[in-house]
């Protein structure tokens, strides 16, 4: 059996939706995305949702918005896909790596420690889809002693008076904490509707504006949605209607908008993603959950409690007592066998890049002790039960193949 780790679900609908585009006239930024904001609007019941073409452009709009620059801090877990910290790394801040819980998510009890007078920004990451503890880390950037810590140096800066909070939700979309979705759970939220995540669009993001009174939520977005089309007054879109042709640029801005064709598979998607897609990702993660609950040697992810509700993005089992390069070989096993695993993720401080700016891993213990036991598991609505069984299968021989060779 062959089973890759995450092809994109593509239906007839999702086929329909993108034809309809193209047939329109019209696929560049326009109906369609404005019809994905809509739809991101009612799953998650944020004020506003801006479409983007990445999570990462959609970061660095955001710091950018908030007047990050050269000489700022902005938090991160030290385990998370790089993108988190590059984003802070193209605005010229330094990221400041915070290492990470059993759960895959940021300490918050590490945070107060690394605050600084510098620091603008916290960028916490809802690993694998589950949220993080967001009541701590909203609690603690509004503690009287962090908040006067806070030095703004611009208007948007001294409107929020206290460090933003920019929830990395790339792979939460549909997880919620005590009934409340991710998308309302920060000031901040962006989406990934990459190729691989739970809804996509191929390439894409979606931001979540929510922020707090004075902030008007409906002007951010329309500044916003003009700086994701270079500053420029009017979309493509409206300059092509009849008179329409005169535009102003009126900021620095970014190119990042979302085409349409693009939109058009995402639309497709998140109209059947809670009551469908998002529960097929569930009845794999619980397969999975029931079969390796049975084993001595496995460490299930979180797994959903009366609070918290994973989005099921990723199956991230954690192999007990084993070696980095134990994993490694257990991973070439399954391989053998024809089933894409994968590993997420590498912590930052293990890259090239991250080591030639200073970052150690030696200073983040538990995001390595995370990433040298853990194998992801493909998790995806359209694995059938006798593929699962298979995924499974092929993990516990792979296991049994490499440890007994281990302790022989
Ligand atoms: C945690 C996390 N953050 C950010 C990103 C970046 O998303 P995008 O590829 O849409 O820029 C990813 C993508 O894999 C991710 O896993």
Request: contains cysteine.
């Amino acid at each position: 059996m062959n089973i890759p780790f995450s092809p994109p679900y593509i239906d007839q609908d999702i086929i329909d939706e993108v034809v309809a585009s193209l047939q329109s006239g019209w696929i560049t930024t326009g109906p369609k995305v404005k019809a994905l904001e809509e739809e991101v609007i009612k799953l998650t019941s944020c004020p506003q949702a801006l479409c983007v073409n990445s999570w990462t452009s959609g970061a660095m709009l955001m710091l950018k918005w908030f007047g990050v620059k050269e000489g700022d801090e902005v938090i991160v877990p030290a385990y998370t896909y790089s993108a988190t910290a590059l984003a802070v790394l193209h605005c010229g801040a330094k990221p400041i790596m915070v290492d990470v819980k059993d759960d895959f998510t940021i300490d918050e009890s590490k945070i107060a420690q690394k605050i600084t007078e510098k620091t603008k920004v916290i960028m916490p990451v809802d690993i694998a889809g589950w949220p993080c503890d967001y009541e701590a880390i909203n609690n603690l950037v509004n503690r009287p002693d962090i908040q006067e810590k806070f030095k703004p140096q611009n208007e948007v800066q001294s409107k929020l008076n206290r460090i933003l909070v920019v929830s990395d939700a790339a792979h939460s979309i549909g997880a919620k904490i005590s009934g409340i979705e991710t998308g309302v759970l920060t000031d901040i939220t962006i989406f990934s509707f990459h190729a691989v995540k739970n809804i996509t669009t191929a390439e894409g993001g979606v931001i979540c504006l929510n922020l707090p009174s004075p902030f008007n939520n409906a002007d951010e977005y329309a500044y916003l949605r003009m700086m994701t089309l270079n500053g420029q007054t009017k979309d493509a879109f409206s300059k092509s209607k009849a008179g329409g042709w005169r535009y102003d640029i009126i900021d620095l801005g970014l190119k990042i908008n979302m085409p349409d064709v693009c939109a058009a598979i995402g639309l497709a998607q998140i109209r059947k993603y809670d009551h469908n897609l998002l529960l097929e990702r569930k009845r794999v993660f619980d397969a999975y959950s029931q079969s390796f609950s049975k084993l001595s040697w496995t460490q299930l992810p979180p797994q959903d409690n009366h609070r918290i509700q994973s989005s099921y993005h990723l199956y991230a089992l954690r192999l007990k007592n084993v070696t980095e390069a134990q994993r490694d070989a257990i991973i070439d096993e399954i391989a053998k066998l024809g089933v894409a695993v994968n590993v997420h993720f590498i912590p930052m401080p293990m890259l090239t890049l991250f080591k030639n700016l200073g970052y150690k891993i030696e200073d983040y213990p538990v995001a390595f002790d995370n990433y040298s036991r853990e194998i992801s598991l493909p998790i995806y609505p359209q694995l059938s039960s006798e593929q699962v069984d298979y995924v499974i299968q092929s993990v516990i021989d792979s296991y049994q193949k490499v440890m007994s060779v281990s302790n022989a």
